[in-house]
């Protein structure tokens, strides 16, 4: 059996991709006998406190007078470092570049050569937008190059981040995983509360960025309700919601158009649908659809990102070129209206995600990697 890392997480606690795959992880390596202490501002939204081997440490922001803008970065440097020494840390995972990897940074400087080791992984926005932003360009940089473990979540996104910011160091693809909850496995547990009878439901989730394309969503939306009955189920909230919904009405769609907002648990609604749609201009991974196949959805999306690295196009789910809302509503009527094609690609969607991306598939490269990671910061203060 391996031995006992101690491993703190650092992410952000609310409602978003990075947050979800990192409490997900620190909730397996503990099940794995890990002892793992989340260090944020707040409890991250998904994590169970009651588990074994699991810690949280809560982060105090400061509002000082003097200080414009009440600072993050340095406050969560100084408990990381508190955290480290108290608890004799072996790893620290960080999720996202800033400004988690700079604390990280800091707090190695606070530590004055304790052993800790970083690891940065990089969810997406942190290298396409945040990162792309002049006034971060170069601390994201340097925080990727001083992190002693890099990795992302798909090829694509390594790709963007060694291609923009010059990097040429080792970084290591290790995809996101998921598990389904046993509960919702094989039925369709809150299907009746919004169709009935040979209606279908499509569903979308996302946080409404124009990088979700989320106006997209209902120009396929219209397409297919032309053909088949059925309606569409908006799961999530963001900037760009009052857009959509005046996109449904200006349609005329709005009595096929549910808006559900934020949710604690969307694991009912995604096992609930039958198509999901995700037709966004960048995914560096695509978590949402990860979640969908994981039910036996399949996924219409775009070939944008990390997609291609998820979905097998004509297999699992469709993929399009961005934009291209005709070929992604008639590749929805397609398959809403094969019933055996329909079942083979539900099958093929938990299939893969069985095969590639669950927790027994990927938890256990996570815990490898740490042990690369921490041997050679070993080596290094030998």
């Known amino acids: 059996m391996n031995e006992m890392m101690k491993i703190g997480i650092v992410c952000f606690p609310s409602v978003g991709g990075s947050g979800i795959v990192a409490t997900q992880l620190g909730e397996e390596l503990a099940k794995r006998g890990h002892e793992v202490h989340f ?205 959509v919904r005046s996109l449904v009405d200006a349609e005329g769609v709005g009595e096929d158009v549910i808006f559900l907002g934020k949710s604690r648990d969307i694991n009912p609604y995604v096992a609930s649908a039958d198509l999901f749609l995700l037709p966004s201009s960048q995914e560096s991974f695509g978590l949402a659809a990860l979640e969908a196949m994981a039910y036996g959805v399949p996924v219409i999306a775009s070939d944008a990102g990390g997609l291609p690295e998820l979905i097998e196009d004509g297999k699992c789910g469709y993929l399009s070129p961005v934009g291209d809302v005709d070929k992604m509503a008639e590749d929805a009527i397609h398959l809403l209206t094969h019933e055996e094609l329909y079942r083979e690609f539900s099958s093929a969607a938990q299939r893969r995600v069985r095969e590639n991306f669950s927790a027994e598939k990927i938890v256990p490269l996570y815990e490898a990697y740490y042990r690369v990671q921490l041997k050679n910061v070993e080596h290094d203060l030998c």
């Open 39 to 243: 260090i944020t501002y707040e409890v991250p939204f998904r994590l169970n406190l009651e588990a074994a081997n699991i810690f949280f440490h809560e982060v105090e922001i400061s509002n000082y007078d003097l200080f414009k803008c009440p600072d993050y970065t340095l406050t969560l440097a100084v408990k990381i470092a508190e955290v480290a020494k108290n608890y004799g840390l072996d790893i620290l995972h960080v999720h996202y570049a800033i400004p988690h990897a700079a604390s990280a940074f800091l707090a190695k400087q606070l530590l004055n050569h304790h052993r800790l080791c970083v690891v940065t992984t990089l969810h997406g926005t942190d290298i396409t937008l945040v990162g792309r932003d002049p006034a971060y360009l170069q601390i994201v940089k340097f925080s990727i190059e001083q992190s002693d473990g890099v990795t992302t979540v798909s090829k694509s996104l390594r790709q963007q981040t060694c291609d923009y910011f010059g990097i040429n160091r080792s970084i290591e693809v290790i995809y996101n995983f998921f598990t389904p909850h046993p509960q919702y496995q094989g039925i369709k547990p809150v299907r009746h509360r919004f169709v009935s009878g040979p209606q279908k439901l499509l569903l979308h989730s996302s946080n409404y960025r124009p990088i979700k394309c989320p106006e997209d969503v209902v120009h396929i939306f219209t397409r297919v309700r032309r053909k088949v009955p059925s309606k569409l189920l908006l799961l999530g909230t963001g900037n760009g919601i009052e857009e």
